[in-house]
């Protein structure tokens, strides 16, 4: 007798939070990389320049968040998702969501509870040296604080938006990034980094494209590595 093979999983739902600051140049080489069948969370910060109304026109989700900040954009979409995988890419074409694919795999498959990207600059200008030296001393201090031995803390990552939620992440600034690794590691999440290409951005950017930006970001981050650890969660709630 036969026995056909048990059918293939079904693909994991995925939501990508796209916090958005006038990005209306960006939008439409983003939001035509988003994997099919995946939706797209565009969440508009205050944006000027139409990027709402053009993310909507592409198809996207669009979430409105008047309070300022990378970190209260990247909550409100996480609040928004509803599917069981959700991803966080920068809306300015530095980063390819479709790159997000194999990051999503893990996480489905229970390889992983949380995948970063640890970009690779491509081309002049992608990763200027200020805000490289900056992320360096953090990831630094990040291995210091948790045993975590990545190198960088960068937008693109994916984890189950159940887990995600149970962390209780507080920081609505340029620190939420960090808060999220640091309570993921608090809670005994397998944690890992795969390399991505990181290229020039479209615009100007908001944070590490100026001293001033990257000081304060790295004083956010600073400020979320002197909190206490968080009471310790089992590995089931992780996943």
Known sequence: MTHSPPPAPRPASVDVVLPCLDEAAALP????????????????????????????????????????GFGAACHAGLLAADADIVCFCDCDASLDPALLA???????DGDSDLVLGRRRPQGRGAWPPHARLGNLALARMLRRRTGLRLHDLG????????????????????????????RAADAGWRV?????????????????????????????????????PQASRTEETAR
């Open 192 to 228: 890992e980094e795969r390399e991505v290409p990181y290229r020039p951005r479209t615009g100007r950017s908001k944070v590490t494209g100026t001293w001033r930006g990257t000081w304060h970001a790295v004083r956010d981050m600073r400020d979320v590595l002197n909190q206490p």
């Open 29 to 68: 080489w983003v939001l035509a990389r988003i994997p099919a069948g995946w939706r797209a969370i565009v969440v508009d910060n205050g944006s000027t320049d139409g990027s709402a109304e053009i993310a909507r026109g592409l198809g996207a989700t669009v979430v409105h968040e008047p309070r300022r």
């Open 155 to 182: 937008p693109l990552r994916a984890a189950r938006r159940t887990a995600l939620l149970g962390l209780g992440l507080t920081d609505r600034r340029s620190g939420y990034p960090l808060q999220m690794v640091v």
């Open 102 to 108: 194999p990051f999503v795999r893990a996480v489905h």
